[in-house]
């Protein structure tokens, strides 16, 4: 029985849906580039990441989410204006984060397995 | 080996941060003890420096958006909440501190810490959970904590710090900042002054910094000291003064009473003597960097080179000791304050008036003209030796960005900065850094000193 929720999306309309649907719990988010029929994301450090932070999840709070989000194809990650961008001030992919806070790990500070256990544990 | 750590920091602000991670970095390991409510990044990041020039930056855009409509500019009236954008900003540099400790393998703890004996440490968490530890070398750098008036009744109930808001230096400067910036986003503010406002600064530029304010709205009320705060049943804030020069006394009510009186370390349960040049105190393996060591200037930027330092010389990778002398100052009120060395008082207590030269301008920014506004404040002064070379001894300068224009010449003073080096250096033009260079009057000649022309 798992103490968390994990849950999949693709894009940020479905993002959106999935965090206002769970208003007053604890959400952890993952953000990725898209993956393609096998299964690997056209970003190389994304691939990096995933293991790493899965690893981790196990040190999720009690009772929180964990949203594992596909942003989009490389051209629309690209594009400067695109909604993760603009409104969710993402800056790169992968980027982990605790929703509504300014705690983040953003590309090559999600390779650390130490740094995720952080973001996942403390305060 | 025989301790638990090499080297343990009790402190997570400029200087136990810039400590830590120095040490680290030269293959240290050790935890950093911080025990207050607000993130890593102490006085600075949480109550000081970094909220205070947001808060000011806050206020001068609110003057830029006056000046704007006579640039031609149409904007609308409004007004936007600023609290809610700072703490974000200092919350994300909480986070941004957090990070680099793990990542340099310093070990953080969020526990209140105090001495045991020379080489024991207690820790003690939110909850009251205790633990020791051992160390090699201990470095305190837990700061200053601002100071209430404490024979003044209801001052500490009803009355508030900067902590609350944010905070900075002790030199009365953070009264005049905090005043500055509140009354430029639009609330009545008055500043209570019992002596001199910006002690141990040059007492002119002082001058031109506080009518710059009171010609601005900002009420002072001079000589004055409070005797009592009493809650009144609407909520507001009744405060009884007394007027030292005619000893009457005087009330008014107002919303919120904020107290700017100094600072001081919390040793209570430290048990550390006067700290000695290199920061060693009188015991041979404990240190104090930071506001909580005494007679330092109390800046950001001096504990943080202070930390780094002593992290060198305990791993044995350097002697440098921190220079104290001509460190760069800014006082960010309304009219910004810049100043690097020696007040016009203090050069010519050390070296006898008829030593110093001082070369002074009242100057006005390109900027104020066609905004229409007041520069009679606006004034740059340099103290310099009165023969050979004139070397500096100390540079004054109020006008905008003031900090920016010192930091710059602070490296000239650095190095020797002579008043024929000012006079040798081409302008940059445009700006209000230039008259700098351009200095020619002196006091001495009794001349009028303000700038004409190109």
């Known amino acids: 029985m798992t103490k968390y929720e994990d849950v999949a999306v693709h894009g940020y309309e479905e993002f959106c849906k999935a965090v206002s649907e769970r208003k007053g719990k604890e959400i952890f988010a993952y953000f990725s580039g898209d993956k393609d029929d096998q299964g690997k994301s056209w970003c190389p450090d994304c691939v990096k ?30 594009d400067p204006n695109n909604d993760f961008k603009k409104t969710l001030k993402l800056t790169g992919v992968p980027t982990l984060l605790r929703y509504g806070t300014p705690q983040k790990l953003v590309e090559e500070e999600c390779f650390k397995a130490d740094l995720v256990r952080m973001l996942f544990t403390e305060d | 080996g025989e301790y638990d750590y090499d080297l343990v920091v009790v402190g997570g602000g400029s200087g136990g941060l810039a400590c830590s991670k120095e040490v680290a970095v030269l293959d240290f390991v050790e935890p950093s003890l911080k025990g207050t409510k607000w993130g890593l990044g102490g006085t600075c990041v949480n109550v000081g420096c970094v909220p205070k020039k947001l808060m000011h930056q806050a206020a001068l855009l609110g003057t830029a958006l006056r000046d704007a409509r006579k640039y031609g500019w149409q904007i609308p009236e409004s007004q936007t909440a600023m609290a809610e954008a700072v703490q974000n900003h200092m919350k994300s540099l909480n986070w941004g501190h957090r990070v680099q400790l793990q990542d340099k393998k310093v070990k953080y703890l969020n526990m209140k810490g105090s001495l045991v004996d020379e080489h024991t440490v207690r820790a003690v968490d939110a909850k009251g959970k205790e633990m020791k530890m051992s160390a090699r070398n201990i470095v305190f750098a837990a700061g200053g904590r601002p100071k209430y008036p404490t024979h003044v009744p209801g001052a500490e109930e009803f009355g508030i710090t900067m902590s609350f808001i944010l905070w900075t230096r002790p030199n009365m400067n953070v009264a005049l900042e905090c005043a500055g910036f509140l009354a430029g986003i639009g609330l009545d503010t008055t500043v209570m002054v019992r002596r001199i406002a910006l002690r141990g600064f040059d007492q002119q530029m002082s001058g031109l910094v ?43 009510t107002f919303n919120s009473v904020l107290w700017a009186v100094g600072r001081a370390p919390e040793t209570k349960t430290l048990n550390l003597e006067k700290v000695a040049a290199d920061e060693a105190t009188s015991v041979p393996n404990i240190f104090a960097i930071g506001d909580i060591a005494e007679g330092r200037p109390e800046l950001t930027p001096t504990a943080i080179k202070a930390g780094r330092l002593l992290a060198r010389r305990l791993v044995g990778r350097s002697t440098e000791l921190m220079n104290y002398e001509n460190v760069a100052t800014t006082v960010f009120t309304p009219l910004e304050y810049g100043c690097v060395g020696l007040s016009e008082e203090e050069a010519e207590r050390r070296h006898g008036k008829d030593q110093i030269e001082v070369y002074h301008a009242f100057y006005k920014p390109l900027e104020f003209t066609v905004a229409e506004r007041d520069a009679t404040q606006c004034y740059i002064k340099v103290v310099c030796l009165q023969e050979g070379e004139q070397r500096v001894l100390g540079l004054h300068f109020t006008g905008p960005n003031a900090g920016e224009v010192t930091q710059g010449f602070s490296l000239g003073f650095q190095c020797g900065l002579t008043y024929e080096h000012l006079r040798n250096t081409v302008r940059t033009h445009p700006t209000c850094a230039e008259e700098l260079v351009k200095l020619n009057i002196t006091k001495r000649s009794g001349l009028d000193a303000t700038v004409t022309g190109c």
């Open chain 2, 210 to 252: 506080t009518v710059y304010m009171e010609a601005h709205g900002i009420k002072f009320s001079w000589k004055c000291t409070p005797k009592r705060v009493k809650k009144l049943p609407s909520g507001l804030l009744q405060v009884t003064w007394m007027d030292l020069n005619t000893t009457e006394e005087h009330q008014d």
């Open chain 1, 49 to 78: 990441a995933e293991p790493v932070v899965r690893g981790e999840l196990s040190y999720l709070p009690e009772g929180s989410v964990f949203i594992y989000c596909q942003v989009g194809d490389r051209p629309y990650w690209k």
